[in-house]
């Protein structure tokens, strides 16, 4: 996708304008039009609350590449950051070619404070309360988002390996009723694919904390 725009004449980037100021009722409407909302907050912030259909992509981590690999290129994104951050996440899209962002979530706290019904909490589970769980839930689908090169050193016994580059285009490969736990190195990128799963439509899922490296260390310290 780089790569054919790199070949094209485009505007240069004003990295000094700010995008639109958007109230609820506006972001609603853009999501029913088929926008996507990237909630740019850490992953621990994000999981005390945030909108129903958001997608969270930390931009303390590798904001443009990971918003890249899960992100649609051809909708409309609406962000929702912390005040002060709404040019940053435009700027980071923006220079991977993703300059579809119609604007920010205007005071989006008094927004969630407002609509209670439209947020939810994202559950994150330690490596040792994963290990306690995981042998008593019937059905658990359990995720591995790393790369290949990190799945050779070893992997979670019965985890299913899907990159989370690979995530939307292989999210079919999973099922949406049965109770899912995604992880990764540390817990960035789970977040990311735990957050597009619920955008999908899976009804329970949980990320870990400290991924593959946290899971280790508990079961070596049993």
Not at 52 to 66: D, H, M, P, S, T
Request: with cysteine; hydrophobic share 40%.
């Amino acid at each position: 996708y780089n790569a054919i725009l790199n070949r094209q004449q485009r505007e240069l980037l004003d990295e000094t304008a700010m995008p639109e100021a958007l109230s609820y009722t506006q972001v609603t409407a853009a999501l029913e039009r088929g926008a996507m909302l990237v909630d740019g907050r850490d992953p621990d912030e994000f999981a005390h609350g945030h909108l129903k259909a958001a997608i969270n992509i930390g931009l303390n981590g590798r904001y443009a590449e990971f918003a890249g690999s899960v992100l649609p290129s051809d909708v409309d994104i609406v962000l929702f950051t912390d005040v002060g951050q709404e040019i940053e996440g435009k700027n980071r899209l923006a220079r991977i070619g993703f300059d579809r962002v119609i604007g920010y979530l205007e005071h989006p706290y008094d927004v969630m404070i407002d609509h209670p019904g439209d947020v939810e909490i994202a559950s994150r589970l330690t490596a040792v309360e994963f290990t306690e769980r995981s042998s008593s839930v019937a059905g658990l689908q359990l995720v591995d988002v790393r790369n290949p090169g990190e799945v050779a050193d070893g992997v979670i016994p019965g985890a299913i390996t899907i990159p989370v580059s690979q995530l939307p285009g292989r999210v079919t490969e999973l099922d949406p009723a049965r109770p899912t736990v995604v992880y990764c190195a540390g817990g960035y990128r789970s977040s990311v694919a735990a957050s597009l799963l619920r955008q999908r439509g899976f009804v329970d899922v949980s990320d870990v904390l400290g991924g593959y490296g946290a899971w280790v260390e508990t079961v070596q310290s049993a």
